[in-house]
T-cell receptor
Framework: GENVEQHPSTLSVQEGDSAVIKCTYS??????FPWYKQELGKGPQLIID?????GEKKDQRIAVTLNKTAKHFSLHITETQPEDSAVYFC???????????FGSGTRLQVQP | SAVISQKPSRDICQRGTSLTIQCQVD?????MFWYRQQPGQSLTLIAT?????????ESGFVIDKFPISRPNLTFSTLTVSNMSPEDSSIYLC????????????FGSGTRLTVV
């Protein structure tokens, strides 16, 4: 089955800096790659996603890039703010198996 | 996107007992999933809840331990049976709508502690 690896497990940045989280997936049939943000005591919240027919997608301070050949995708957060502090999960799914396979998570801490 | 109400939000249960978790959605959805998130860990799929038929379980999860019902397109329950401390986790309901939909929504989760 699909395996999604995520790095780093923890990331500490200064407010205003950029943060990058990387994921690799194993199944070349995967075609949908969402990113979720989970704050303490809450369920995961979708923050951005990308499909396999697109190489990059941006939404204000957040961007995701996808390299299908290398089977990896990354989350980029610019101008980080303390409220960006949370655990971020990448995930993947493919046609015929709509459920998501999650990465192990990255705890991002933005120091004010 | 769909709004999910998941109940209870948390519970402390005695070992050997069972707990039923409810997931109510404010609109009809095609896909409903149940995930488990062990303390400090990622999310693992337990099963896909199928409307009007038996759920589809992932490897390592069985119906006797985690019976699931889905009587209609807006509601599902997950029961954690004969609980042990190892079942202490957050249980999350997730939904998606339509055959081509992406962007699954998650409930706020049920934080279960088994003592």
């Amino acid at each position: 089955g699909e395996n999604v690896e995520q790095h780093p497990s923890t990331l500490s940045v200064q407010e205003g800096d950029s943060a990058v989280i990387k994921c690799t997936y194993s199944d070349s049939a995967s075609n949908y790659f969402p990113w979720y943000k989970q704050e303490l005591g809450k369920g995961p919240q979708l923050i951005i996603d990308i499909r396999s027919n697109v190489g990059e997608k941006k939404d204000q301070r957040i961007a995701v890039t996808l390299n299908k050949t290398a089977k990896h995708f990354s989350l980029h957060i610019t101008e980080t703010q303390p409220e960006d502090s949370a655990v971020y999960f990448c995930a993947a799914s493919k046609p015929g198996r709509r459920a998501l396979t999650f990465g192990s998570g990255t705890r991002l801490q933005v120091q004010p | 996107s769909a709004v999910i109400s998941q109940k209870p939000s948390r519970d402390i249960c005695q070992r050997g007992t069972s707990l039923t978790i409810q997931c109510q959605v404010d609109s009809q959805v095609t896909m409903m999933f149940w995930y488990r998130q062990q303390p400090g860990q990622s999310l693992t799929l337990i099963a896909t809840a199928n409307q009007g038929s038996e759920a589809t379980y992932e490897s390592g999860f069985v119906i006797d331990k985690f019976p699931i019902s889905r009587p209609n397109l807006t509601f599902s329950t997950l029961t954690v049976s004969n609980m042990s401390p190892e079942d202490s986790s957050i249980y999350l309901c997730s939904v998606g709508a339509g055959s081509q939909v992406y962007g699954y929504t998650f409930g706020s989760g049920t934080r279960l502690t088994v003592v």
